[in-house]
Nanobody
Framework: QVQLVESGGGLVQAGGSLRLSCAAS????????MGWFRQAPGKEREFVGV????????NYADSVKGRFTISRDNAKNAVYLQMNSLKPEDTAVYYC????????????????WGQGTQVTVSS
């Protein structure tokens, strides 16, 4: 069982940056790949990126590649999403999720979810 809690969302101007955090409970955090997803109003939840349990590999959606970076600190049971050069179209609720297979990009492939944190980018 893993419980996830996101934080760090807020309102930012286009071109700005935000760093989201996801705190996890449980002693097996490092065994999970951690994904970030987002969901804008009226749209389906979409993949943002994923990082392996060790943090050695990460993969991103084309829409955020080069702007967003995922990292993790297994000693702190935490994963982060650094978002730079934000655009209005990045506005969404952002979720972290724990899964068992790296490279999976569908929400159904992730077992545990946080409650989400709102990110709003103004133009």
């Amino acid at each position: 069982q893993v419980q996830l809690v996101e934080s760090g969302g807020g309102l930012v101007q286009a071109g700005g940056s935000l760093r989201l955090s996801c705190a996890a409970s449980g002693r097996t955090f490092s065994s999970y790949v951690m994904g970030w997803f987002r969901q804008a109003p009226g749209k389906e939840r979409e993949f943002v990126g994923v990082i392996t349990g060790s943090g050695s590999l990460s993969n991103y959606a084309d829409s955020v590649k080069g702007r967003f970076t995922i990292s993790r600190d297994n000693a702190k049971n935490a994963v982060y999403l650094q978002m730079n050069s934000l655009k209005p179209e990045d506005t969404a609720v952002y979720y972290c999720a724990a899964g068992t297979h790296y490279g999976r990009m569908q929400p159904r492939d992730y077992r545990y979810w946080g409650q989400g944190t709102q990110v709003t980018v103004s133009s």
